[in-house]
């Protein structure tokens, strides 16, 4: 379910998944599909994650991501979970044929 609210999307991004929902800025960025299928990946992977661990896991390592660039952009867009969704964004057919837990594939070597 898609909820539209400018204010629980954090300055800066213009979508955040929180499972079962999907948080956009604006009414008009639901027709944007990169960042819909953006939002999917991620709602793949905290189920597969049975959620609350997917959440853990991505704050622990935002917290290492920054400590290594020193650079709260730079820390956010190299997470595992965000680094899979940025590679894969615009492969509309990438959910269908994503096997569980691709994020591992991103841990090392895919800086963006």
């Not at 898609?2 to 955040?16: A, H, R």
């Not at 917290?63 to 595992?80: C, E, F, P, T």
């Not at 965000?82 to 569980?100: D, F, K, M, V, W």
């Amino acid at each position: 379910m898609i909820f539209i609210s400018k204010y629980l999307v954090p300055k800066g991004y213009t979508g955040m998944t929180i499972y079962p929902f999907v948080f956009l800025k604006s009414e008009a960025l639901k027709t944007n599909t990169v960042l819909i299928n953006h939002e999917k990946i991620h709602l793949k992977q905290q189920v597969e994650l049975l959620i609350l661990p997917f959440y853990v896991i991505y704050l622990a390592e935002f917290l290492i991501r920054l400590l290594q660039y020193r650079n709260w952009q730079k820390a956010y867009r190299n997470i595992s979970f965000e680094r899979e969704a940025y590679c894969n964004q615009t492969n509309l057919e990438y959910i269908n044929g994503r096997s569980i837990w691709s994020f591992l594939k991103y841990l090392r070597h895919h800086d963006i």
